[in-house]
């Protein structure tokens, strides 16, 4: 059954089935559908998580028709998640979907994940199997001309209200990012007690709440100038910046460069990536600069940190705020200096 986006949240309410298959190159959209999928699963009570990344080989295969036909030590009912992103099915492994599609173990939620697939993709064996027996979710891009809406109904979902003309005025800040809205409204919460705003009122908290400073400091870590980073950093905590929505800016920006180095790692292109991920032309040289000098596991350290930084941001654990934030600067920024 091919089901809208829209109805997903509707459609979980009522049942679970035992195949899901989510598609599209809409990262937001597909990532919270993903989520949204798993964390009904695991109230359903599949407890136990498997993720398989498919590749070239048919090795992928053997392993989902392994799950399907063992018994956790530990839980019964699992999720197993498919990565089909970027891989290509032979034969071998077209066949063990299709027969993993007819005769669905019950046991099992598969949760399979692919980027968007063409026409041809759809009237393949595989495809129609799960269509049939599942639910196939394809992810299709928000037009520019839908985006006003779109940036609307987010914020209400969030306790905000945005005037047309603010959501209009939003939605050219942001140049179709989708992700890029999603955490503009959520800093907008954050910043904007009363949950209603006109485009006035919308410009006047983006122009005096570090908007552009913070964006700054992201992109003078990834060039790596650790001395400006510092000092723009300084300046944020100088004119009273939500410490939380500096953390915001790094961690986003660290988790798409996670992304980037998974990806590159399978084969796919940066160049590619950068359409994909929406990193705009101004921005790809600094990102270029980055993953010459970081790498995957770095990132994810810093994620690590992050969190830290979080739980003191937070009061849950005991540390200096801005002395933490700027240990993490410094070190993003390829500086090894000790403050």
Known sequence: MKLPYQQLEQHLAKQLAKIYLVSGDELLQTQEAIDLIRHTAIKAGFS?????????????????????????????????????????????????????????????????????????????????????????????????????????????????????????????????????????????????????????????????HAHFDVFNLVDSILVGNSKRSLTILKNLFDEDSEPTLILWALTRELRTMAELYRQTQQGVSLSALFTQLRIFEKRQAAVRAFQKRATATRCWDWLVQASKIDRIIKGAEIGHVQNELEQLVLSMAGSNVII
């Not at 027969?99 to 064996?125: C, F, G, M, V």
């Open 48 to 208: 136990e998580r498997v993720r398989i990344s498919a590749d070239a080989s048919a090795e992928w295969g053997k392993q989902l028709y392994a799950e399907a036909h063992s018994l956790s030590l530990f839980a019964e009912r699992r999720i197993v998640e498919l990565d089909l992103r970027g891989a290509k099915l032979n034969q071998t492994t077209t066949e063990m979907l299709v027969q993993y599609a007819e005769n669905p173990p019950t046991h099992i939620l598969l949760l399979i994940y692919a980027n968007k697939l063409d026409q041809k993709t759809e009237q393949s064996r595989w495809y129609k199997a799960i269509d049939k027996n599942g639910v196939t979710i394809p992810i299709w891009p928000v037009t520019a001309e839908q985006l006003p809406q779109w940036i609307q109904k987010r914020a209400k979902k969030n306790n905000l209200a945005l005037s047309h003309q603010a959501a209009l005025w939003l939605s050219e800040q942001i140049e179709g990012n989708l992700l890029a809205a999603a955490q503009e409204i959520e800093k907008l919460c954050l910043l904007n007690p009363l949950g209603a705003l006109d485009e006035d009122a919308l410009e006047h908290i983006v122009m005096n």
